[in-house]
Every structure is written in structure tokens, then in C-alpha cells.
């Protein structure tokens, strides 16, 4: 018997790294696999909780969302747009159709959002325009926010998530996050902030020009991070540092960009 037990939840993706933790070893594990919600059932999960708070969703509308939710992304995006509408409609009593048609759908609301809050505009006037032009120096600035420091590239070579710590921003930087945490885009939990749905890598179209072009360094930045663990879990020894002829040349090149340069150095 434990004088406690710690349930979690955590993506499988994420499974392996989580398990390989030091602070983990010795503890016992049961671990359980919870499928993906099937289509079918999910008008449960839009009706009940709305009806907890006595909202009314339109049947129109939920079969609207069910059409909608393939893919991968599917579940985060269906709570991402339930919570927009809920934000912005709840006062209405009834949540329709023409509202989720009025935001873009499921295709085209984190596109929309992140948009939205790269512009500035207030969430809580989401209704607003969004008209106002963005320059090359702000985009290039708000791309040097996301990339590398909340981006990274797994091992099927898909960009993923990456943890930071809010204090590593500068003030410009600090002032985006916050409007993209505003939009709930973004999650800031103590001192660290991270993307709150990888949707966003895929469906932000601003955001998927941004890793074209960065994709080879995030790669060779994820690759220095790997093997420098695996030096490490080794014990240091020469004979494993592999990173040698191109795949050295390429790992030095991180260290000569500021932003690569600083997201090694936070990597002890």
C-alpha cells in the first residue's frame, strides 16, 4: 500500500520522455490508455456541460460540429470553438449555428484568433476588426518569439510544443504572449508559458511559414538536445559525442544565431 497515489494525464507522443524522467525512478506505475472521444459520442460532450450552466445548444448546431471534428485535431479544436462561443454568445441563452458560422468554424478559428491577438484586438470584443496591417519587422519579431523558445520538432519530424519560461521574453515579447494567453491560445501556468493547441502549428497559416522556414534548424537544435541528453545519461564519455562533419557544422551554426544560441544555453 502507498500512503498516496498521482493520477495524469499525458499525450502519447509525450509518453516517452515522461517515463525517462530522474525524479520518476523508483516510483511505481500503472498506466492506463484512454482512446480519442469517437465522433458519435460527442454531442454529450457539447450538450451536457452547456446544460450544466443552462445554456442551450442548437441541434443545428451540434450537428454542424460533428460534420466538422475529423482529423487530429479534432477534440482541442471542438473545446477551443465551444469555449469562444460560450465566451461570446452565453449571455444569448441559446448558442446557434449562424454564431459557430460568424467565427470562422472549426477550419478557420485558430487562423482568426491568432490573428486577432497578434493585432491586439481585445477577445472580449472579438467581433472587432482585425484589419490592421501587420509589418515584415512585426512578423519577423513575433516569429522570433514562437521560434525556437515554444516550438520544437519531434522525432516524426512534426512541430510540437516546447515549455518556456516567461521570464526568458523581453518586455515586447512578454506584451504578445499575454494578448495570445488572453486569447487562450497560449496557457501561462507559474513561470513558464507554452502553446495550448497544436492546432495552432498546422492551421495558423503565419505560423506554418514560419517553420518552413525554420524547420532544419529546429531539427538539428532538436538533434543537439537529444544527443546531449543521451551524452549526459552516459556519463560524459568522448567516445559518444556523435555530432561530427556536417552534423557538427550544422549544430554550430545554432550558436551563432542569438535565439538558438540562448535556447541552448537554457538546456543545462
Excluded: C
Excluded at 449571455?91 to 470562422?104: N, P
Aim: hydrophobic residues 45%; glycine residues 6%.
Amino acid at each position: 500500500p502507498a500512503p498516496f497515489a498521482l493520477v495524469l494525464t499525458i499525450r502519447s507522443d509525450s509518453f516517452r520522455e515522461f517515463e525517462t524522467l530522474k525524479n520518476l525512478e523508483g516510483l511505481e506505475t500503472r498506466v492506463q490508455n484512454i482512446r480519442a472521444l469517437p465522433t458519435h459520442r460527442m454531442n454529450a460532450s457539447i450538450e451536457q456541460p452547456a446544460a450544466r450552466y443552462g445554456a442551450e445548444i442548437e441541434p443545428q448546431l451540434i450537428d454542424a460540429l460533428m460534420d466538422d471534428a475529423e482529423g487530429q485535431d479534432a477534440l482541442p479544436l471542438l473545446a477551443f470553438t465551444l469555449q469562444r462561443l460560450w465566451r461570446q454568445y452565453q449571455s444569448e441563452g441559446v448558442i446557434r449555428k449562424a454564431h459557430y458560422e460568424a467565427i470562422g468554424k472549426l477550419s478557420g478559428l485558430i487562423e482568426d484568433a491568432a490573428e486577432r491577438a497578434l493585432r491586439g484586438v481585445d477577445p472580449k470584443a472579438a467581433d472587432g476588426a482585425r484589419t490592421a496591417r501587420i509589418s515584415e519587422a512585426q512578423d519577423q519579431a513575433a516569429a522570433r518569439v514562437f521560434i525556437p523558445a515554444l516550438s520544437q520538432i519531434n522525432e516524426r519530424g512534426a512541430a510540437v510544443r516546447r515549455v518556456a519560461k516567461f521570464a526568458d521574453f523581453d518586455d515586447e515579447g512578454k506584451m504578445l504572449l499575454e494578448r495570445f494567453v488572453e486569447w487562450r491560445l497560449l496557457v501561462r501556468s507559474g513561470e513558464t508559458v507554452e502553446v495550448a493547441h497544436e492546432a495552432m502549428f498546422r492551421e495558423w497559416s503565419r505560423f506554418r511559414e514560419w517553420l518552413t522556414g525554420e524547420k532544419a534548424r529546429l531539427e538539428a537544435l532538436s538533434g543537439v538536445e537529444g544527443a546531449a541528453a543521451a551524452w549526459a545519461a552516459k556519463g560524459h564519455l568522448p567516445e559518444d559525442l556523435i555530432h561530427r562533419g556536417k552534423r557538427l557544422a550544422e549544430a554550430r551554426t545554432l550558436t551563432r544565431l542569438p535565439d538558438y544560441k540562448a535556447q541552448l544555453e537554457r538546456n543545462p
